[in-house]
């Protein structure tokens, strides 16, 4: 296993720093906006009580590195012109990606009424986290998403889930520190032993390490450099390191090190793609540490703040009844200079927008993230073609999962791309196993001899987890494929909340939000 170098490279120009830094100070002028304003949203008069929202709900914390990584990874697909996506695992991440949707075009085209001017910005702000309005996480609303950002711990599994079977796409995604504490998400990590580079696409795992959740500090953002790499390394990645505060320093290093964390992806696709599979490669990943609320209030009222767990969610709570903290909100927001940024009628300045990738090739309308854009029909053998015929009541011997297994067996047969089989090692023992006559379990970790039905070309997905088996399988119909998943009655009930939370994403998109397709709802337990 290789040992990541930090890049050393300076990549972007005078020019390309400080327009990249402008985009993230929109971003987060944006995102504070969308926490506390109801009105006065360009700040042209002082800022007053009745301007801000009564009830303040929303995330910072988390905020100000998931739109450092946006315009980061902006640049690159624009570059490189990546067909990528963007998981976002911490919870409350949403003004965040509502922000850089909005400034890169794709939430005006979804949502006319917010339009990009003064009008539409403050409906963008009044509609977060408000009565009607749009929620506070990430959401089958926020345009880009295929991850539901409440319950914590799937986002890793979805990215893999999104990848299967997609040559070209990349999955981006952000693993928050506290996400990573959840068992769900700890076992995502072992999904690189599932991947073929040959035709699955690639995921590019980005651990945001900023130190702490609510109210404590986090596991991993107390655990040493040496010792992150060691984890990281044991897991089969190659760990690159992006630590700091000063914004100019870590423009540049997270510029240097995703060109060459996209440089090592590709150069093991090619090899793939050209030699064929030969043993699992090491894919890189960042750990990435930032302060948590990165560029907010420092202290507030003599206790620290940034880079504590105070920023977590609101930084300047309780306005009504602390009129200082009114002053100290507009202070903050006025740092990021938006009238450097937005015109007098509040438009995006056009020099700046032209950093945002074009079309689909925008984050926030890449039509993986709207699963049933791309979406095939399930080709589907005839039922009625496995009907057990039972002459006499009581004479015939005969298992309904057996039967089911070969139904499954064709329906592979016919959708060799598109269809895929998940659950935690039951394949053969529910009698499942007609499906091995046509395909194998996927596997791209060591193999031995004697070992049957391992190949990195199968296409049952079995590992010891429920939640990660349905996370693999979201992902997948989420980007417009099919699949069944299967498991033991008795264990079925561990992913409940997981099943309950991903039938919500399926409801809201059908009765609620015209622009985005129909899903497959092909997962049967």
């Known amino acids: 296993m290789t040992v990541a170098t930090i890049a ?267 030699n064929g599979f030969t043993e699992r490669p090491q894919w890189p990943m960042i750990i990435l540490r930032t302060p948590k609320g990165w560029t907010g209030p420092k202290e507030v009222d003599g206790k620290k703040t940034e880079e504590f767990w105070r920023s977590h969610q609101v930084p300047l709570s309780d306005l009504p009844n602390n009129p200082d903290r009114i002053k100290r909100l507009e202070e903050w927001m006025k740092s990021y200079k938006p009238e450097e940024l937005f015109d007098e009628n509040g438009t995006f300045r056009q020099d700046l927008a032209e950093l945002a990738p074009k079309g689909e090739r925008r984050m926030g309308a890449n039509p993986h993230a709207n699963g049933g854009l791309l979406l095939q029909e399930l080709r589907m053998p005839n039922f009625r073609d496995y009907a057990v015929e039972v002459n006499k009541p009581g004479t015939s011997y005969a298992q309904a999962t057996r039967v089911a297994g070969e139904f499954l067996r064709d329906v592979m047969k016919m959708n060799p791309h598109t269809f895929r089989v998940m659950g935690p090692d039951e394949t053969a023992s529910n009698r499942l196993d007609a499906l091995f006559e046509v395909t194998d379990r996927a596997w791209a970790a060591e193999r031995l001899p004697e070992d049957e039905n391992l190949s990195p070309e199968g296409r049952v997905m079995e590992v010891l987890s429920e939640h990660l088996c349905q996370g693999w399988l979201e992902g997948y119909l989420l980007t417009g494929r099919h699949g069944f998943f299967s498991c033991y009655e008795a264990f079925i009930h561990i992913i409940d909340s997981m099943f309950n939370q991903h039938a919500k994403w399926l409801k809201t998109t059908r009765d609620e939000i015209p622009w985005r397709r129909p899903l497959p709802l092909s997962i049967i337990c």
């Open 8 to 274: 050393q490279n300076q990549p972007l120009s005078e020019e390309q720093l400080q327009k990249m830094h402008a985009y993230w100070r929109a971003a987060n002028y944006l995102s504070v906006g969308q926490i506390y304003l109801y009105d006065n949203p360009l700040l042209k008069e002082p800022l007053k009580i009745e301007h801000i929202k009564p009830r303040l709900l929303g995330h910072w914390g988390t905020t100000p590195g998931l739109n450092f990584l946006y315009v980061h990874l902006n640049r690159l697909i624009k570059q490189q012109d990546l067909n990528m996506i963007y998981i976002a695992g911490p919870g409350h991440g949403g003004p965040g990606l509502v922000a850089n949707t909005y400034l890169e075009g794709s939430y005006s085209e979804f949502y006319p009424n917010i339009s990009q001017d003064e009008p539409g910005m403050k409906k963008l702000f009044t509609q977060f986290s408000f009565p009607g309005g749009v929620p506070s996480h990430v959401a089958p609303e926020t345009p880009g998403s295929i991850h539901e950002g409440g319950e914590l711990g799937y986002a890793l599994a979805h990215a893999y889930g999104a990848v299967f079977d997609n040559p070209n796409l990349i999955a981006a995604c952000v693993v928050g520190d506290g996400e990573a504490e959840t068992g769900p998400l700890a076992t995502s990590w072992h999904s690189n032993k599932f991947l073929n580079p040959v035709h699955d696409g690639a995921v590019l795992p980005i651990l945001h390490l900023n130190g702490y959740k609510i109210a404590n500090p986090t596991v991993l953002a107390r655990l040493g450099d040496k010792e992150l790499e060691n984890l990281f390394i044991g897991y089969g990645y190659k760990p690159y390191f992006v630590e700091g505060s000063d914004p100019e320093t870590m423009h540049q290093l997270m510029a240097g090190t995703l060109d060459t964390i996209i440089g090592e992806i590709q150069a093991i696709q090619r090899d793939a793609r050209t």
